[in-house]
């Protein structure tokens, strides 16, 4: 690839390599000192260097093999030592960086791709190196790369197995310190614990690492994915399986085709199915549902760049308190509206949580609106805080942590909270050691 005329280079990660250093310096020498000090803390001083060190190892070839050149056509990209590939802007899906690269001119921060093939690529980046950045978007945007599922490889095959040496050199580093730990540890003639608890923590690491490498493996077809995270487990997953709305229990002995399910309300569509019991708030998931809708659309058509934000800002009052009855039918309302005149299917189909929600849980809204209470505890506003005072002991540390001063009582009776001053924080039930305090 050097023949090419590159318009960008983007160099390893000088600043992690830096930064590795300087931490492997400093957890090293506090064990050296542990160590001429016979402090006790002396292994774990010894473990955190060794971590220290694996990471310095990593920065070194970080620094030594990550390159990516930059031309118009495409960018060449290697992260070890042989996997250099040249990659065109055509194959590009998607391309995002991280949040907050404009704060700091000398901000290191992370640039993302995925391929049509399904691989994905991190690369860090410097405030300086931005540029070659910004130009890579611009390409792909200016070829108007847009992949859809008829110009995509139908047989995708994504697996673990040696992907940028994301299992080898891994391995390699784990067998290593697992090596160095017990020869450190037979040579100082420590107890069996103490080297038993470090060497089963490194043996699950590596065997996740193998497990993710050797059995891990996902095939997209037409009609469905297969999906396999380990030996055991390998299923194939129909898309026409998979439902996008609200069912019922009465309803799950439904036929499991268009007709059937958009004759209950559901659809088949995005490649999730979510079972959830009676622990789980039916309005907060409606809200969470109506926040992802409203965050994906593109805003092209009013009904669901406009509809969808009503929407959400109706939910939203709800769970926080301050809903109305009439809120329920603005809902009804605008779901109709949006579902009737919105563009595309994201639009038509935005409004479907709320609604299928609406009519299987409105017992749930109602409690919400009126009795200001969600029963599953979910919505923090409405969750009022109380002292079992049998289980109290009146050790005070609810009160001496309540930020607002909420919680009064004596030592060695049982505290009170005053659910007008609480701002229902949750920092009395986190540091209650006696289970003392619930919520209704």
Request: proline share 3%.
């Amino acid at each position: 690839m050097k023949e090419r005329n590159w318009k960008y280079k983007i160099n390893g990660g000088w600043p992690t390599l830096i930064m590795a250093s300087v931490m492997l310096a400093i957890f090293g020498g506090i064990t050296v000192w542990l160590y001429t000090t016979r402090n006790g803390a002396f292994i774990g001083g010894l473990i955190v260097t060794a971590c220290m060190a694996i990471g310095f190892i990593l920065s070194v070839c970080s620094v030594l093999f990550f390159k990516v050149f930059v031309d118009k056509d495409g960018f060449f990209c290697q992260t070890a030592p042989g996997n250099g590939r040249y990659y065109r802007y055509s194959e590009i899906r998607n391309m995002w960086l991280s949040s907050g690269r404009e704060t700091n001119a000398r901000q290191p921060t992370y640039c993302n791709f995925e391929t049509v093939e399904g691989k994905r690529m991190r690369f860090l980046v410097l405030g300086s190196q931005i540029d070659a950045v910004d130009y890579m978007i611009e390409r792909v945007e200016s070829m108007g790369n847009k992949s859809g599922e008829d110009d995509l490889d139908w047989e995708i095959v994504i697996t673990g197995k040696k992907e940028a040496g994301f299992v080898v050199i891994p391995t390699i580093l784990s067998l290593i310190m697992l090596v160095v730990m017990v020869m450190l540890f037979l040579a100082w003639n420590l107890p069996p614990i103490v080297i038993a608890v470090p060497v089963i923590l490194e043996l699950m690491s590596l065997s996740q690492i193998l497990s993710l490498g050797l059995f891990y493996k996902v095939i997209i077809q037409k009609d469905g994915f297969y999906c396999r995270t380990n030996p055991l487990n390998g299923r194939y997953y129909r898309y026409s399986d998979i439902l996008d709305c609200c069912l019922v229990e009465s309803q799950l002995d439904s036929k499991m085709d268009f007709d059937s399910l958009t004759k209950i309300g559901a659809m088949i569509g995005s490649g999730g199915l979510v079972v959830m019991d009676e622990d789980t708030c039916m309005v907060e998931v409606a809200r969470f549902f109506m926040n992802f809708t409203q965050r994906e659309s593109c805003g092209k058509c009013v009904p669901c760049r406009e509809g969808t934000k009503r929407m959400l800002e109706i939910l939203e009052r709800i769970v926080e308190g301050n809903g109305k009855l009439s809120d329920l039918d603005e809902l009804e309302e605008l779901a109709d509206m949006i579902e009737s005149t919105a563009l595309c299917g994201l639009g038509k189909s935005a409004p479907k949580p709320v609604i299928s929600t609406i009519h299987a849980f409105r017992e749930e809204y109602e409690e919400h609106i009126l009795k200001k209470h969600c029963k599953a505890g979910v919505c923090s506003n409405l969750r009022t805080y109380k002292i079992d005072l049998e289980k109290c002991k009146g050790c005070s540390k609810c009160a001496r942590n309540c930020p607002v001063n909420a919680i009064t009582g004596k030592i060695k009776t049982p505290f009170v909270i005053d659910n007008e001053k609480c701002i229902k924080c949750g920092t009395c039930k986190d540091n209650c050691a006696f289970g003392a305090i619930y919520t209704e």
